[in-house]
């Protein structure tokens, strides 16, 4: 069975930085892309950064881009997430999520964890 | 970016019904590209279509997804009660992903 657990939320203080972490079992976490996805409670979905098999490849949206590292460790079947210069509006539930296609680049997503919570206030 | 716009923002309807919501792309996105995601209070999204028209594993066959280019669509025939929940439509275009803002599906 195919689990995703993410972990490492909390309360942080503006500009203050935090590091996710999302273990994967159930599936052989290196041949599958992996994407971090953020929602504000009771708000839409909003992508955030995915990162290739290998980890070779990261994207990233404009809104984090130079503040937050995707990253993995294939050998310890986790996806990280550093974020940075956290502001207010990075307040939100991370998902982490597996792509759908073996070997592919991240096109949707057919599992994801339960999320766990940011929060960014003084 | 592909801005993806749904609409309605929320759609009342009684089970039995016919649901047909939208999402509507800023660019043209490849069908292969395009997914929509079920989600329901409290769990994190679920899968429904991929490839625009795909239905995902666990989904019956009263789900449809089906349009390209710019518009496209997704059809519940025939509404149950576990279908109501917000539904997002995604796509990925050069390594970037986006999601319409959701339509909300409400029990008239």
């Known amino acids: 069975e195919v689990q995703l657990l993410e972990s490492g939320g909390g309360l942080v203080q503006p500009g203050g930085s935090l590091r996710l972490s999302c273990a994967a079992s159930?599936?052989?976490?290196?041949?599958?892309?992996m994407t971090w996805v953020r929602q504000v409670p009771g708000k839409g979905l909003e992508w955030v950064s995915g990162?290739?098999?290998?980890?070779?490849?990261?994207y990233y949206a404009n809104s984090v881009k130079g503040r937050f590292t995707i990253s993995r460790d294939n050998s310890k079947n986790t996806l990280y997430l550093q974020m940075n210069s956290l502001r207010a509006e990075d307040t939100a539930l991370y998902y982490c999520?597996?792509?759908?296609?073996?070997?592919?680049?991240?096109?949707?997503?057919?599992?994801w964890g339960l999320g766990t919570l940011v929060t960014v206030s003084s | 970016e592909i801005v993806l716009t749904q609409s309605p923002g929320t759609l009342s309807l009684s089970p039995g019904e016919r649901a047909t919501l939208s999402c509507r792309a800023s660019?043209?996105?490849?069908?292969?590209?395009l997914a929509w995601y079920q989600q329901k209070p409290g769990q994190a999204p679920r899968l429904l279509i991929y490839?625009?028209?795909s239905r995902a594993t666990g989904f019956p066959d009263r789900f449809s997804g089906s349009g390209s280019g710019t518009d496209f669509t997704l059809t519940i025939s025939r509404l149950e009660p576990e279908d109501f929940a917000v539904y997002y439509c995604?796509?990925?275009?050069?390594?970037?992903?986006?999601f319409g803002q959701g339509t909300r599906l409400e029990i008239k």
């Open positions: 999520a597996k792509d759908f296609i073996r070997g592919g680049s991240g096109y949707y997503f057919d599992y």
């Open positions: 159930g599936f052989i976490f290196s041949n599958f892309a």
């Open positions: 990162l290739t098999p290998g980890g070779d490849s990261t």
């Open positions: 660019q043209s996105v490849g069908t292969r590209y």
């Open positions: 490839g625009a028209s």
């Open positions: 995604q796509q990925y275009d050069s390594s970037l992903i986006t």
